[in-house]
């Protein structure tokens, strides 16, 4: 049981590129979210899903796209990264308890 | 919009100390409150969830209480330990989850 995974752990990329942050989930939970973590920011929901083939904005989605093919899988995208995309993602995945599992983080540099 | 706040920032304590770290919340319409610990460079673990019917939490050395009508929660860790030392987040649930920028925890040995 790994719970809430995250790949890639870090990356690097030019302004303009693209890439996509892959989630997975082994507990069989319904819901998914997408946050950044800015320094003195707190955490900053990106968007959500809650199901197989849904997905919701948050409140910082602009710039990001994600899809929802699989339960156990939340992918978030960057279209065309910018250097106000450098942060910290962080996936999390919602229990029938509403407590949140939290992946280990994927730290993205855009320069 | 709700607004989520901890102060102080930053803590810093003997071991052996009791710790008080506070959230305060502006919108009182909650479904639950979550305390999180935060390891620097690692993910959130989740420590407490308090439900909004709820006044407090346990978990060991650790108590959470909520009062949805004042917008407060507070988490005590009693008799703090090196290994305490994190930042400690709070969210609150009003639909989504709102974070607070957390408060950095220091024990001294």
């Known amino acids: 049981n790994a719970g809430v995974t995250q790949t890639p752990k870090f990356r690097v990329l030019k302004t303009g590129q693209s890439m996509t942050l892959l989630c997975a989930q082994d507990?069989?939970?319904?819901?998914m979210y997408w946050y950044r973590q800015d320094p003195g920011m707190g955490l900053r929901l990106i968007h959500y899903?809650?199901?197989?083939?849904?997905?919701a904005k948050g409140e910082v989605p602009d710039g990001y796209n994600v899809s929802r093919l699989k339960k156990q899988n939340f992918l978030l995208g960057l279209e065309s990264a910018a250097p106000s995309q450098t942060s910290v993602y962080f996936c999390?995945?919602?229990?029938?308890?509403?407590?949140?599992?939290f992946g280990p983080g994927t730290r993205l540099l855009v320069l | 919009k709700q607004e989520v706040t901890q102060i102080p920032a930053a803590l810093s304590v003997p071991e052996g100390e009791n710790l008080v770290l506070n959230c305060s919340f502006t919108?009182?319409?909650?479904?639950?409150l979550q305390w999180f610990r935060q390891d620097p460079g690692k993910g959130l673990t989740s420590l407490l969830l308090?439900?909004?019917?709820?006044r407090e939490q346990t978990s060991g050395r650790l108590n959470a209480s909520l009062d949805k009508s004042s917008g407060r929660s507070t988490l005590y860790i009693a008799a703090s330990q090196p290994g305490d030392s994190a930042t400690y987040l709070c969210?609150?649930?009003?639909?989504?989850?709102?974070f607070g920028a957390g408060t950095t925890v220091t024990v001294r040995a």
């Open positions: 999390a995945s919602v229990a029938g308890d509403e407590t949140q599992y």
């Open positions: 507990m069989n939970h319904e819901y």
């Open positions: 899903s809650v199901g197989e083939g849904t997905t």
């Open positions: 919108d009182s319409a909650i479904y639950n």
């Open positions: 308090i439900q909004s019917s709820q």
């Open positions: 969210a609150v649930n009003d639909y989504k989850l709102s």
